[in-house]
């Protein structure tokens, strides 16, 4: 064979070793990597993890079993990193980077943040190990082919976080330390003045119903309920402002500032002019009453 036909071979078979895909590069993964960010109120919340797909399984109580530790990801542990100190459904979460894993119940999920953000998703932590373990209520929603983490709501110094995977959503309320003054104009405080004709949820130990007046005395915004926040709580108690159209209770207790109850969180829906209804948060975001708007007060 001479030299060029030699030549010509080699070329060629040259050219098929690069054109022939390997295993590995012929490989697609499974569960693509992807990630979300989100900054609220000058908090900035980022979320990288895999994206594995339905493909029509039976998902909770299927692949993913209940009762058992699973990352809500695939490959690597799903991450969450928090530039600053954060509220998550009620549970204080301190700013850094952790590997996020879930216990799914089927009405309830326990999502667990671990300190070490480098965990293979075979190798669980105890959740026993976890600093933070948040509560959180499943919801029924659109089918979702892949597990998707997304920020679906923000507000002020507030964010709605879901994870969805199949018909099963995960929510969570991100509430971040606010960055405006906390001393409100007599025009902002004048939007939540009135009454509002309440629904309590049923177990609290509280009366079912009743009717919650806001008024301003003094400069300061007020709340009032026929019942005590604990049994020996005056009726009145201060609103004190926690973040846009949000408040923790300042209890009274014979006539004198006891505490700010940090655990109940009173969330108004702000119109153009004036609140239109309210809506009472305990530990975790566990919801305990809401309320709509049905009249004005007289200012006193």
């Known amino acids: 064979m001479d ?76 991450t969450l990193e928090i530039s600053s100190d954060a509220r998550i459904n009620g549970v204080d979460v301190a700013a850094g980077k952790y590997s996020v894993w879930v216990i799914p119940h089927p009405d309830r999920f326990t999502i667990s943040l671990n300190e070490n953000p480098e965990i293979f998703h075979f190798h669980k932590p105890d959740s026993a190990s976890a600093r933070y373990n948040i509560a959180a209520t499943p919801e029924k929603g659109a089918h979702a082919e892949l597990l998707t983490w997304a920020f679906t709501n923000v507000r002020g110094d507030a964010a709605r976080l879901e994870m969805k995977w199949g018909e099963t959503t995960i929510p969570l309320q991100v509430l971040v330390e606010p960055s405006r003054p906390l001393a409100l104009t007599a025009e902002e405080r004048a939007l939540y003045v009135g009454h509002y004709e309440m629904s309590m949820t049923p177990g609290l130990g509280w009366p079912e119903g009743g009717t919650f007046e806001v008024f301003e005395q003094d400069g300061h915004l007020k709340g009032r309920m026929p019942f005590g926040i604990h049994p020996e709580d005056d009726l009145a108690f ?59 007060v007289e200012q006193r």
């Open 238 to 296: 201060d609103l004190i402002p926690a973040g846009e159209g949000r408040f923790n209770p300042g209890l009274h207790r014979g006539g004198k500032l006891f505490g700010v109850e940090m655990g109940v969180n009173i969330e108004f829906a702000l119109g153009t002019d004036v609140a239109s209804a309210v809506r009472w948060y305990g530990p975790m975001g566990t919801p305990f009453g809401s309320g709509d708007r049905v009249e004005a």
């Open 3 to 78: 030299i060029g036909a030699r030549t010509s071979i080699l070329v060629i078979a040259a050219a098929v070793t690069v054109a022939a895909p390997t295993a590995t590069s012929a490989q697609i993964r499974a569960s693509e990597k992807a990630s979300v960010s989100q900054t609220v109120d000058g908090t900035t919340l980022s979320l990288e993890y895999y994206r594995p797909v339905a493909k029509g399984r039976e998902l909770f109580g299927g692949i993913v079993p209940w009762g058992v530790v699973w990352t809500p990801g695939a490959n690597w542990a799903t």
